[in-house]
T-cell receptor, first 114, second 112 residues
Framework: GDSVTQTEGQVALSEEDFLTIHCNYS??????LFWYVQYPGEGPQFLFR?????EKGSSRGFEATYDKGTTSFHLRKASVQESDSAVYYC?????????????FGGGTRLTVRP | EAAVTQSPRNKVAVTGGKVTLSCNQT?????MYWYRQDTGHGLRLIHY???????EKGDIPDGYKASRPSQENFSLILELATPSQTSVYFC???????????FGEGSKLTVL
């Protein structure tokens, strides 16, 4: 079945550091890819999506590029802030019916020190 | 503003008891979902629904039932709760073909 692997379970950075969270997927067909963010005490929130090879998704300074060749969708941000501390989830969904079912990765907890 | 509300927010149940988690959405979305969140496993899909009267099994449906009596409401039912079902449960709604889900704030269930 479909699966999403996030390499880092936890990431600790200082403010203004560069962030990379790795996401690799395994799926039949051509899935849509997503990033969600979850702040303490809240439910996850949609960050952005990409549906085609080489498409870049972005929001709030975060970005990721769909790479079908390496089956990856790594999250990056040039300069993190303390307010970015949260859990980040990579997810995939069927491209033709992306709203029907999402499969999430294990999540990466980001802690940013002031 | 999209709104998904869950109740109860916190629940303590005994092993073998029945638990019902309720979810209401005011987004008029066709699709609704129940996920559980556990450390190391992320979010795992239990049941989902395409609309009133429909329920579909997700990736981990064993021990859970779901009910979608209306567009707005989607319930998760544990007929015989077990300690392994101690978790945080999230309900979500989503429009067809977007992948953008709107989550509630979660329901923390402890089964003793």
């Amino acid at each position: 079945g479909d699966s999403v692997t996030q390499t880092e379970g936890q990431v600790a950075l200082s403010e203004e550091d560069f962030l990379t969270i790795h996401c690799n997927y395994s799926a039949s067909g051509y899935p849509a890819l997503f990033w969600y963010v979850q702040y303490p005490g809240e439910g996850p929130q949609f960050l952005f999506r990409a549906s085609r090879d080489k498409e870049k998704g972005s929001s709030r300074g975060f970005e990721a590029t769909y790479d079908k060749g390496t089956t990856s969708f790594h999250l990056r941000k040039a300069s993190v802030q303390e307010s970015d501390s949260a859990v980040y989830y990579c997810a995939l969904g069927d491209r033709n019916n992306a709203g029907a079912k999402l499969t999430f990765g294990g999540g990466t907890r980001l802690t940013v020190r002031p | 503003e999209a709104a998904v509300t869950q109740s109860p927010r916190n629940k303590v149940a005994v092993t073998g008891g029945k638990v019902t988690l309720s979810c209401n959405q005011t987004n008029n979305h066709n699709n609704m979902y129940w996920y559980r969140q556990d450390t190391g496993h992320g979010l795992r899909l239990i049941h989902y629904s395409y609309g009133a009267g429909s329920t579909e099994k997700g990736d981990i449906p064993d021990g859970y039932k779901a009910s979608r009596p209306s567009q707005e409401n989607f319930s998760l039912i544990l007929e015989l709760a077990t300690p392994s079902q101690t978790s945080v449960y999230f309900c979500a709604s989503g429009a067809t073909n977007t992948g953008q889900l709107y989550f509630g704030e979660g329901s923390k269930l402890t089964v003793l």
